[in-house]
């Protein structure tokens, strides 16, 4: 067998393989259609709704400066 019959089979073979685990893994159209439900029918989620999905709530801060990490 030949030096380059090799590397195509190996080429082939790690394609095959990431399809077959991205076909395995991947996510279904059933999960994506679950998760569009969240969205209203302006396509927009409200701040009280992401609240209440996560348990998470938000508060305020305030802004004083960026830093870049460059010294001046």
């Known amino acids: 067998m030949k030096m380059q019959d090799i590397k195509t ?3 082939s073979g790690t394609i095959i393989l990431a399809v077959a685990l991205y076909m395995i893994f991947g996510r279904s159209p059933a999960e994506d259609q679950s998760t569009k439900s969240v969205t209203d029918q302006q396509g927009t ?14 508060f305020e801060i305030d802004y004083n400066k960026a830093y870049d990490g460059l010294s001046l």
């Open 9 to 11: 089979l190996i080429t």
């Open 45 to 58: 989620i409200t701040i009280e709704q992401v609240e209440g999905k996560t348990g998470n709530k938000r």
